[in-house]
T-cell receptor
Framework: RKEVEQDPGPFNVPEGATVAFNCTYSNSASQSFFWYRQDCRKEPKLLMSVYSSGNEDGRFTAQLNRASQYISLLIRDSKLSDSATYLCVVKDGANNLFFGTGTRLTVIP | NAGVTQTPKFQVLKTGQSMTLQCAQD?????MYWYRQDPGMGLRLIYY???????DKGEVPNGYNVSRLNKREFSLRLESAAPSQTSVYFCASSEDGTTTFGFSYEQYFGPGTRLTVT
C-alpha cells in the first residue's frame, strides 16, 4: 500500500468554481502535512502546510482529519493560474517525506 | 540568490554509461536531498544528506552514489546507467529542525534534470 494516495484526476473546472482534492495516508504516526504545487515540467513548490485545526490562505483551505488519516485542499473561486498538479506530502516521525502522485487541475476559461 | 541550481537540465545516456548530476544551493541549508519523479509514482527519495560529510540512503538508492562535497554542493552519480533510471531528478534543500508550529521547514527544489537512458 502506498504511503500517500491521491486521486490523480484530472479535474477540469470552469473559472470561478470551487474544487476539492483529497489525500489519504497510511502511517498513523505521521507528524507533518503539506500541499505542494507543481506546474508542468517545473519543480514542486510549497503551497501550504496543513495544521491540525485546519488553515486558510486566501482562496485555499487545508483540513486534516487524523482519525481518518485524511487531508483535503479546497480551492475557491478558481483562477486560470491555479492550473497545476497538487501534491499531498506527509512527513513521518523519522523526518522522511512521502509524496503523493499528485492531482492534476485544469481551470477552463 | 539563485536558490537551488542543477546541471545539466537534460541528458541522454546509453546503457552502461556513467554521469554525475550536480546540485548547489546558496541558502546555507544543512540538509540536501535527491529525488526521482516517475509517472504514477510520485517523488521518491534516493539519498539525503543532513550535513556536510554525511549521507544516508532513501527509498530507492540502488544504482546511485552521492557526494556531499561541501555545504553548498550535493552530487548524484550513476555509475552504469540503466533504462530503469530514465526519470526526472530533483535536488532539494531545507533548513534543519522545525518551525514554531512544529512543522518541518519546506524543501526548496531545483529545476530538475530530465534523464533518458537508451
Amino acid at each position: 500500500r502506498k504511503e500517500v494516495e491521491q486521486d490523480p484526476g484530472p479535474f477540469n473546472v470552469p473559472e470561478g468554481a470551487t474544487v476539492a482534492f483529497n489525500c489519504t495516508y497510511s502511517n498513523s504516526a505521521s507528524q507533518s502535512f503539506f500541499w505542494y504545487r507543481q506546474d508542468c515540467r517545473k519543480e514542486p513548490k510549497l503551497l501550504m502546510s496543513v495544521y491540525s485545526s485546519g488553515n486558510e490562505d486566501g482562496r485555499f483551505t487545508a483540513q486534516l482529519n487524523r482519525a481518518s488519516q485524511y487531508i483535503s485542499l479546497l480551492i475557491r473561486d478558481s483562477k486560470l493560474s491555479d492550473s497545476a498538479t497538487y501534491l499531498c506530502v506527509v512527513k513521518d516521525g523519522a523526518n522522511n517525506l512521502f509524496f503523493g502522485t499528485g492531482t492534476r487541475l485544469t481551470v477552463i476559461p | 540568490n539563485a536558490g537551488v541550481t542543477q546541471t545539466p537540465k537534460f541528458q541522454v545516456l546509453k546503457t552502461g554509461q556513467s554521469m554525475t548530476l550536480q546540485c548547489a544551493q546558496d541558502m546555507n541549508h544543512n540538509s540536501m536531498y535527491w529525488y526521482r519523479q516517475d509517472p504514477g509514482m510520485g517523488l521518491r527519495l534516493i539519498y539525503y544528506s543532513a550535513s556536510e560529510g554525511t549521507t544516508d540512503k532513501g527509498e530507492v538508492p540502488n544504482g546511485y552514489n552521492v557526494s556531499r562535497l561541501n555545504k553548498r554542493e550535493f552530487s548524484l552519480r550513476l555509475e552504469s546507467a540503466a533504462p530503469s533510471q530514465t526519470s526526472v531528478y530533483f535536488c532539494a534543500s531545507s533548513e534543519d529542525g522545525t518551525t514554531t508550529f512544529g512543522f518541518s521547514y519546506e524543501q526548496y527544489f531545483g529545476p530538475g534534470t530530465r534523464l533518458t537512458v537508451t
